[in-house]
């Protein structure tokens, strides 16, 4: 079985997240998007929260699994038996930066194979930063985020 791990912050899941986990379920036998959990990154959503908002919008696609990891990405998936990584590229401005993870990651575990999608044009702008940016002042972020993450970001910016 070809078992892929999505790895992110997912602060919180944006269309662009789901549209390479959508693309990379198409084509491995099982995804595993997994939320780093002791990243040095202050987050808005906690775990729990950003867990339960993956596996929502996660729900109907039936080779996806949810959860937490903590440490080195390569230890956690030699423990759940994975050989691939999965990531999106949006722009030019990711590559440096995840030719570098690519790199570590290929010497942490030569066995690792990182594998890339161009993201959808139509989400090549976007970030959870920038989601989170929008929501802040209560502009809309429907086209952005799956309806639970807008409710969920609602919530947080309620005063
Ligand atoms: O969504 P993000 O914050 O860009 O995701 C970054 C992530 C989680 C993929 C990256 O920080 C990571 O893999 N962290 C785990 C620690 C690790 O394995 N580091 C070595 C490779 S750089």
């Known amino acids: 079985m070809r078992i892929a791990v999505c790895p992110g912050s997912f602060d919180p899941v944006t269309y662009g997240h789901l549209d390479i986990v959508r693309r990379g379920a198409n084509i491995f036998d099982k995804v595993i998007v997994a939320v780093l959990t002791n990243s040095k990154k202050q987050p808005l959503f906690t775990v729990e929260e950003r867990l339960a908002l993956l596996k929502e919008v996660t729900a109907e696609l039936d080779n996806v699994e949810v959860d937490a990891f903590a440490g080195l990405l390569v230890d956690y998936m030699r423990q759940k038996q994975a050989k691939v990584l999965i990531k999106g590229l949006r722009a030019v401005s990711d590559f440096e930066y995840e030719m570098q993870m690519a790199a ?4 942490l575990d030569p ?23 929008i929501a802040r002042y209560a502009a809309p972020v429907s086209d952005l985020v799956p309806p639970p993450v807008e409710q969920a970001l609602k919530a947080k910016f309620a005063r």
């Open 104 to 107: 570590v990651n290929q010497k």
């Open 111 to 133: 066995e690792v194979e990182t594998f890339f999608m161009m993201t959808n044009p139509r989400y090549s702008y976007l970030s959870s930063s920038i989601v989170k940016e």
